[in-house]
């Protein structure tokens, strides 16, 4: 996995980390510099040659910024984010997934229960009496240890042990996150991982992307493609219901670009009915980047714009599905970066994985690792300016 033991310790003498003053975002590492039952918590930062930064926290291998720059050549921050530790660690006020790798299991698992061979397994069920994103302390909570030795201005590898029983979970899992920004001003994320006896693993960046740079107000008048010719219909739980229904026509046909908000406001039909339920979109695509078992990560699979900013983002994966997700359950209660409440519907995002439930419905593609296996999944965020 690349991980070794020696070098899974966190030192703050990696080239790119070593900064004690602001960020270009104007995070502070000061406030994300912890110590977390005896492990080392901190803000890293990634750059490249096109001035363009991310920062990413090892609590729970967060992207915390990205700086893209716009149409008038200015650097803006397009995730959504807090800006110090103590909040995302507040989990009780500011439960989050803001910018986090999502495991073992991102999305949904119907009622919380896996089959391995003969063995049913209870899962935390903590979503409309689902399991949603491993659980309610699923790896998004957890501390990555940082192998310097793979990392440096540009990339940062992280590491986690997964012990067999996490949130019941069975298998010790080994994974590993790398994150590297590239001089094409893209964010590449591969995600792998090993087991020692069967399990389930669906990984994903579950980062809420506002690409105007002000998520003090709603999104939805960004411009969202999704080249997926179907998408996987839930009910009234937000759990996927086993159907796939073509796009065409309705509010879900993003096969060509058009804004998230004209979507948003037809809620007519059996399509509409899904847009009410979700209070937005919180649904599946089925990518046709994905096929015969394969998916091809040089495909656009989807793509934001924002008309105000000039940013567009690109995404490229190896995964069958994405989620798109509009950010309806944010409230204004959450207090951002720059001391921004979110609103309802400030960000997308755009998490490539597994289909949702998709171990309890076996014609769909299986996310089963076992321990001869290897797991990886793959996914660019490529920014420009159009």
């Known amino acids: 996995m690349g991980c070794s033991i020696a ?20 995070l502070d590492p000061a406030k994300f510099d912890t110590i977390v039952d005896g492990q080392q918590v901190k803000l890293y930062r990634l750059t490249n040659k096109n001035g363009m930064e991310v920062c990413v926290t090892n609590f729970g291998a967060r992207v ?67 399991c949603l994103h491993g659980g309610p302390m699923g790896w998004q909570y957890k501390i990555y240890t940082v192998d310097e030795e793979s990392s440096n201005d540009s990339t940062i590898v992280m590491c986690l042990h997964s012990e067999d029983g996490d949130n019941n979970f069975p298998g010790n899992v080994e994974a590993k996150v790398t994150y590297m920004l590239t001089e094409d001003n893209a964010l590449d994320m591969k995600f792998e991982a090993t087991t020692d006896k069967e399990t389930v693993i669906n990984m994903t960046n579950h980062s809420y992307f506002n690409l105007h740079g002000d998520p003090s107000v709603a999104g939805t008048d960004m411009e969202l493609y999704i080249n997926a010719d179907s998408y996987t219909p839930t009910d009234a739980t937000f ?65 934001l714009y924002s008309p105000k900013s000039g940013i567009f983002m690109q995404v490229y994966t190896n995964e069958p599905g994405v989620q798109c997700y509009t950010g309806n359950f944010l409230n204004g209660k959450m207090i951002g970066k720059n001391n921004i409440a979110y609103p309802k519907q400030a960000s997308v995002c755009l998490e490539t994985q597994k289909f949702p439930d998709s171990p309890n419905k076996k014609d769909w593609v299986q996310p089963f690792l076992k321990p001869n296996q290897k797991y990886y999944s793959h996914v660019v965020y490529k920014f420009s300016v159009k």
């Open 7 to 26: 070098s899974m310790v966190v030192l703050a003498s990696c080239g790119q980390k070593g900064t004690t003053s602001l960020t270009q975002s104007g």
């Open 64 to 130: 915390v910024s990205i700086m893209a720059k716009d149409k008038e050549g200015q650097f803006r921050d397009v995730v959504l984010a807090f800006d110090n530790i103590a909040k995302f660690m507040d989990i009780e006020h500011n439960a989050s997934d803001f910018g986090a790798a999502i495991g073992r299991y991102a999305n949904r698992i119907n009622q919380g229960k896996i089959t391995i061979g003969d063995d049913t397994i209870q899962l935390p069920q903590n979503n409309y009496g689902h």
């Open 239 to 303: 759990m996927t219901t086993g159907e796939i229904r073509p796009v065409a026509g309705s509010q879900f046909d993003f096969t060509s670009p058009k804004t998230i908000q004209s979507a948003l406001d037809d809620t007519t039909g059996e399509h509409g009915v899904q847009i009410k339920n979700a209070m937005g979109i919180d649904h599946n695509f089925c990518l046709n980047t994905y096929k015969d078992g394969k998916g091809d990560d040089t495909m656009v699979a989807a793509s």
